[in-house]
């Protein structure tokens, strides 16, 4: 009888591969010795080592050929979540997320590492040092972080040590880094149509924000944690960097590094709340006259006036987690990689 080959634990696919937090996910597995395939709708860049296959998750059989040879999975993929599209994120984070689960089992994959949220827990009212056994949000902010409740619960339930498939969750909290294409580029869009004066709030709340190279390392711990044995299996942990920071003045320090002035006034968390609400009601409404988004979405200002930062003493005690990236030598980075955002480029 011909016995099947065990793929090598260093060949891995990145489902989400050409996304912000995939691709730098991608250089770290290829600069440890990994080789990678990298799974996506798009194709961003290209990189010695990594084989690209272009397709979109919800086809197993387009998945299936990125995943021969391969022991290791990462499923870091998802639609935007400022694209608000309800029957998008049910189609891809849930059916699709079925569809990888189905296709890793399928191929022999033996272990599948997903990157969830921490706002899965996040219900628009303040969270202080949330740990990973805070019951899931019964009324998440969007359809985004609904779809990321189910698709957590789906990875996490198809873990079967007995069958040799394990699987574990990543949690982050407010990525930032070169090349993200959301946190700064929004920031600095407001600030450039002169919305970024006002504080929301007292300015006091302390939240995450997350260097993404601090991300990646927590992936990695996790895969390289995933044994039959291990107390990792089947659950889901939070990585942060360790540093609760006040939400203003993190999104001052990149203002003023970018050469913005810093917001000064306050305003009352609820009535911008109301505003912000009454206008997301407005656009709803208008919808087939007429396209606008509003920058201050009320799930935005939820997140701007609100506690919520993450304990990662479950990571540091199963994986070994430390962030290897402070939040001050994350900022200055972020700050230098975006020359075309600063104030007059
Ligand atoms: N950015 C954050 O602050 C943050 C925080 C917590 C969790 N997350 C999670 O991290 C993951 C990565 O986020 P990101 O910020 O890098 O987003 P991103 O948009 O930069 O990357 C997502 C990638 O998924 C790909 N993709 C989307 N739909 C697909 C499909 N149907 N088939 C194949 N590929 C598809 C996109 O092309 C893109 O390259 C997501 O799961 C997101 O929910 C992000
Ligand atoms: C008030 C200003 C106009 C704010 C401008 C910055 C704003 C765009 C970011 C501040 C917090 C960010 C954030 C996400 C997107 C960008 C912000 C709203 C997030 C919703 C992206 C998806 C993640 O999964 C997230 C829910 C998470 O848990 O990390 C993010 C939360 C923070």
């Keep these: 009888m011909a016995t099947r080959i065990r793929p090598s634990s260093k060949r891995c696919a990145v489902i989400g591969g050409s996304g ?11 600069d440890r010795g990994y080789s990678v395939s990298v799974f996506d709708i798009r194709q961003s860049y290209e990189l010695p080592g990594v084989s690209f296959h272009q397709g979109d998750l919800c ?4 998945l299936l050929s990125a995943l021969e040879d391969v022991s290791l999975v990462f499923h870091c993929a998802s639609p935007a979540p400022a694209s608000d599209d309800r029957l998008l994120f049910e189609r891809v984070n849930i059916k ?7 296709a890793c089992i399928d191929a022999g994959v033996q272990k599948l590492v997903l990157t969830s949220s921490a706002s899965v827990v996040f219900e628009g009212t303040d969270v ?9 949000a019964k009324r998440p902010i969007d359809y985004y972080t609904q779809t990321k409740i189910e698709q957590e619960k789906l990875v996490l339930k198809a873990c ?4 040799g498939f394990l699987t574990v969750a990543i949690r982050p909290h407010g990525i930032f880094g070169p ?5 700064v580029p929004t920031l600095v869009d407001a600030a450039r149509q002169g919305k970024m004066k006002f504080i929301i709030g007292d300015g006091t709340n302390l939240v995450d924000f997350t260097y993404v190279e601090n991300v990646v390392h927590g992936h990695i711990l996790a895969a390289e944690c995933l044994r039959a044995d291990s107390p990792i299996c089947g ?58 988004k509003p920058t201050f979405t009320p799930m935005r200002v939820a997140l701007a006036g609100t506690y919520h930062y993450y304990s990662c003493e479950r990571a540091k005690e199963h994986l070994g987690y430390k962030p290897v990236v402070s939040l001050k030598e994350g900022i200055k980075r972020t700050v230098e990689s975006y020359p075309q955002l600063r104030r007059g480029a």
């Design 96 to 102: 699709g997320t079925q569809t990888v689960i189905q």
């Design 128 to 136: 202080k040092n949330g740990k990973e056994d805070l019951p899931y």
């Design 59 to 62: 086809d197993k059989q387009a």
């Design 235 to 292: 659950k889901p942990y939070h990585i942060t960097n360790d540093e609760p920071v006040r939400f203003w003045d993190f999104m001052s320090e990149i203002l003023v590094g970018l050469g913005y002035a810093a917001p000064r006034f306050h305003l009352p968390y609820g009535l911008v709340y109301g505003i912000a609400l009454l206008l997301w009601l407005l656009t709803w409404i208008l919808r087939p006259f007429m396209s606008f």
């Design 179 to 183: 090349r993200d294409p959301q946190l």
């Design 160 to 163: 079967d040590q007995q069958k």
């Design 20 to 30: 912000f937090l995939g691709r730098h996910l991608v250089e770290k597995l290829v």
